[in-house]
Each structure stands twice: as C-alpha cells, then as structure tokens.
C-alpha cells in the first residue's frame, strides 16, 4: 500500500502536482515543530543505533543539534554556515539547521519535510562514521537521500510512524524542492536534481538503507 502510494506520488511529484494536504506523520502526539524535530532525531538515531549494532558496531550519537537564524549559524572548519539550509559538521559532529527555513517548509508542506531532512542529514552523519568512499559530492547526497529513505521505511514499517495518504506526496515534494536546477554533477555543491533525489529516495524506501 505504501509502496503503490510512493510510486503513484513519484509520478505525481514529478508531474509538479504541487497541492497536498498536512498530514502528520508521527504516531506518537508530536504535533508542534519543535515536537516533530527532536521525534525525527531521536527516531532517526535510534534506527541507526540498531543498523551499526548489527553490523558489530557502534553508533556515535550526534553531539548538538544547533538551530540558527540566518547568516548567524555555525561555521563547519573554515565554512560559514549559509541560510536556508541544514548541514552535517564531521568537524564536532553536529547537525545545524536554519529554524526559520525549516519550519517555513513545516508550515508549507507539513511535517513530513522534517522526517526528510533531518534523517538525510543523519545519512551524512553515518557516511562519516562508514568512510564511504564517494568521489563526487552528488553521489553522497543521492546516499544520504536514500538513506533518509531506507530510515523513514524502517520506522513506517515497525508503527512508530505512521503514514496517511498525502505523506508520500509531502516527502516527495520535499525533495523536488530542494533539487538542484540542472545535472550539473561536477559542481561541487551539487546534490541531484529533483528526479535524482526522489529515485534515490525511494530506493532506500523500497529495500532499505541495505540497497543505498
Ligand atoms: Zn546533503
């Protein structure tokens, strides 16, 4: 059923059908943004925290969530943070995000746009601890979206969150709108276009962070 749903909201995400509904995904009664950001990270880690201990490892919780207002965020080593964006730092190891920007896209798409970013965010987080090997930019970004993916799925499928009809289209949109313009995969900021990170996004959500 999810899946069907995934795919019919792929076809329509593509075809820019843009109105959807605010259907809240989470199970357990977190109804405000600050609500749906701390049930996205303390999901999203424990999800991972169970994937590292089956692979013999160990998860390395996230040190800080840091929210910041515009142009005031943390810098990453000698990069300043930007607005309108989320970002991982290896260097301390922490998420930041543009709180104003990130519940602008809560209001605008509804919560499942915080299920998406944060749990990407979280894939970057687990590629530093993996080393995976990506030479070019875009392929990390596509991981982390299918990572994101492969999460929500995992969470979807044990009930801890809950799916309505409306949340495919949301997390698609989601990702549309933070596609990048054009396939530009040499730039080195480039994170796919549209088409790129919804495919890549449903691979995780159809086999698993397994298939990313
Ligand atoms: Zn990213």
């Given amino acids: ?10 076809v329509l995400a593509l075809a820019g059908c ?6 809240s995904m989470d199970t357990a009664g977190a109804d405000t943004f600050e609500d749906d950001v701390r049930t996205a ?15 013999g490892r160990t998860y390395r ?23 309108n964006n989320a970002f991982y730092c290896p260097i301390g190891h922490f998420i930041a ?3 104003r920007w990130m519940e602008a896209l809560w209001n605008e798409m509804g919560d499942g746009s915080v299920y998406v970013v944060i ?19 875009v ?15 995992a969470l979807v499928g044990s009930g801890v969150l809950g799916t309505e009809e ?16 054009t396939d530009d995969w040499l730039d080195p900021n480039a994170h796919g276009t549209a088409e790129q990170r919804q495919l890549a996004f449903a691979k995780g959500y159809r086999g698993g962070v397994g298939a990313c």
Avoid: K
């Fill in 1 to 10: 059923m999810i899946r069907a749903l995934i795919a019919a909201a792929l």
């Fill in 18 to 23: 843009g109105v959807v509904p605010r259907p």
């Fill in 41 to 55: 990270r303390t999901l999203g880690e424990e999800f991972w925290n169970q994937q590292f201990r089956q692979l």
């Fill in 61 to 83: 919780p996230i040190e800080a969530f840091v929210p910041y207002a515009g142009g005031s965020g943390p810098d990453c080593g000698d990069q300043p943070a930007v607005p």
């Fill in 97 to 99: 995000y543009d709180e």
């Fill in 119 to 137: 749990p990407h965010e979280l894939g970057h987080a687990v590629q530093a601890q993996l080393r995976t090997g990506f030479a070019l930019n």
């Fill in 139 to 153: 392929q990390l970004e596509l991981q982390a979206d299918c990572y994101a993916g492969g999460t929500l799925s």
């Fill in 166 to 181: 409306g949340d495919a289209d949301e997390l698609l949109l989601s990702l549309a709108a933070a596609g990048d313009p």
